[in-house]
């Protein structure tokens, strides 16, 4: 079954660290990958979308990573701000990268604190 | 500003009523999709549209009905809401050849 996987499911840090989020998948075949972040009660905005040749792709503090042999795909966040507080998705794409058919993970949800 | 714009922002509304959700988008997308999202749960496509005239239903049993008669706007009906109707509605366009989505800000709609 075709399934997308985060971790942790939660995230409390303080304003000014770094951290790591996870993302494990079982999509095959795999077309690319993409990173969200999602506002409380708002759409989710897109960061990064990676291809299976791509392994590393930066957007400002953002830096996504992916291991297309292992599956697995992190996003770093550097400096943390109190505007990262949001939840984060991990979001593949199978099949000939077919726009409706996107796997989402529930997210992450990381607390920034000052 | 090239968009994509959904209202109602919030809706609370009776058992029973008829609603449609608008969503439109001012980029051109042939693509564009209704998702749905329960409170700390992953997003689940509903229905999509590859252009005008063009509806599929997603992967996720919805008892809401689309329409697609301009490229722009996208709008999703309930003829008769109920409680378990009650979530979050986001709609999302994207370009043919391209793998970037763009949301809408979503529709929390809560039906008493």
């Known amino acids: 079954k075709n399934q997308v996987e985060q971790s942790p499911q939660s995230l409390i840090i303080l304003e000014g660290k770094n951290c790591t989020l996870q993302?494990?998948?079982?999509?095959?075949?795999?077309?690319?990958l993409r990173w969200y972040k999602q506002d409380t009660g708002r759409g989710p905005v897109s960061l990064t979308i990676?291809?299976?040749?791509?392994n590393t792709k930066s957007n400002g503090r953002y830096t996504a990573t992916l291991d297309a042999d292992t599956k697995q795909s992190s996003l770093h966040i550097t400096a943390s701000q109190l505007s990262d507080s949001a939840s984060y998705i991990c979001?593949?794409?199978?099949?000939?990268?077919?726009?409706?058919?996107?796997?989402f993970g529930t997210g992450t949800l990381l607390a920034v604190q000052p | 500003e090239a968009d994509i714009y959904q209202t109602p922002r919030y809706l609370v509304i009776g058992t029973g009523k008829k609603i449609t959700l608008e969503c439109s988008q001012t980029?051109?997308?042939?693509?564009m999709y209704w998702y749905q999202q329960d409170p700390g749960m992953e997003l689940h496509l509903i229905h999509y549209?590859?252009?005008?005239?063009?509806?599929e239903k997603g992967d996720l049993s919805s008892e809401s009905t689309v329409s697609r008669i301009r490229t722009e706007h996208f709008p999703l009906t309930l003829e008769s809401a109920r409680p378990s109707h009650t979530s979050q509605y986001l709609c999302?366009?994207?370009?043919?050849?391209?793998?970037?989505?763009?949301f809408g800000s979503g529709t929390r709609l809560t039906v008493v």
């Open positions: 999302a366009s994207s370009e043919i050849g391209y793998y970037g989505y763009t």
């Open positions: 993302c494990n998948y079982t999509v095959s075949p795999f077309s690319n």
């Open positions: 990676m291809t299976f040749s791509e």
């Open positions: 979001v593949v794409s199978g099949e000939g990268g077919a726009t409706n058919k996107l796997i």
């Open positions: 980029m051109g997308h042939d693509k």
């Open positions: 549209s590859y252009g005008v005239n063009s509806t």
